[in-house]
T-cell receptor
């Protein structure tokens, strides 16, 4: 069965500093990996995905994520955090085909001015 | 291009009642998935509809049911509501191409409170 772990419930970072939100996954085949962001009282917004190819994936709002097959990780990164990046971030995985997304529990990012 | 929309935004029901939530998929998307997000948790997959038929189901009881219409919009119905059904219900649409489901785009959700 597929699973996702987001080991940190909360990440605090100062504005302008780099940020990392961690994600590890478990699937039986090749993974499709996603990051979504959720602002208060809102749905999930798609940030980026890894399907195949280059291990470094660039997405919306300056975010990027690095796929590491040997460590089964897909950490979300941004070189310089903004206060407006403060939100709840979800990592999700699915297998190829018509399979559902499996989400982690989420990591709350707080960027402090 | 119109995004995914859901109605209503909020809903309050009492135990034992029935509820219907609605979702309009993004233009060009033929697949709709429903998720339940309990407070402090990640979304959990309820079921998916493709071409008006259920096409995958998560670990939810039969009192959770759905429909998809020819225009790809969808409904989620929950019968005999329980307190634990209180959650944010998210609808996501995606294109289904060449045997694979592409990126799912989510609506704003419906917040259901069961008293």
């Amino acid at each position: 069965a597929q699973s996702v772990a987001q080991p940190e419930d909360q990440v605090n970072v100062a504005e302008g500093n780099p940020l990392t939100v961690k994600c590890t996954y478990s699937v039986s085949g090749n993974p499709y990996l996603f990051w979504y962001v959720q602002y208060p009282n809102r749905g999930l917004q798609f940030l980026l995905k890894y399907i195949t190819g280059d291990n470094l994936v660039k997405g919306s709002y300056g975010f990027e994520a690095e796929f590491n097959k040997s460590q089964t990780s897909f950490h979300l990164k941004k070189p310089s955090a903004l206060v407006s990046d403060s939100a709840l971030y979800f990592c999700a995985v699915r297998e190829r085909g018509n399979t559902p997304l499996v989400f982690g529990k989420g990591t709350r990012l707080s960027v402090i001015a | 291009e119109t995004g995914v929309t859901q109605s209503p935004t909020h809903l309050i029901k009492t135990r034992g009642q029935q509820v219907t939530l609605r979702c309009s998929s993004q233009s060009g998307h033929n697949t709709v998935s429903w998720y339940q997000q309990a407070l402090g948790q990640g979304p959990q997959f309820i079921f998916q509809y493709y071409r008006e038929e259920e096409n995958g189901r998560g670990n939810f009881p039969p009192r959770f049911s759905g429909l998809q219409f020819p225009n790809y919009s969808s409904e989620l119905n929950v019968n005999a509501l329980e307190l634990d059904d209180s959650a944010l219900y998210l609808c996501a649409s995606s294109p289904y191409l060449a045997g694979d489901t592409d990126t799912q785009y989510f609506g704003p959700g419906t917040r259901l409170t069961v008293l």
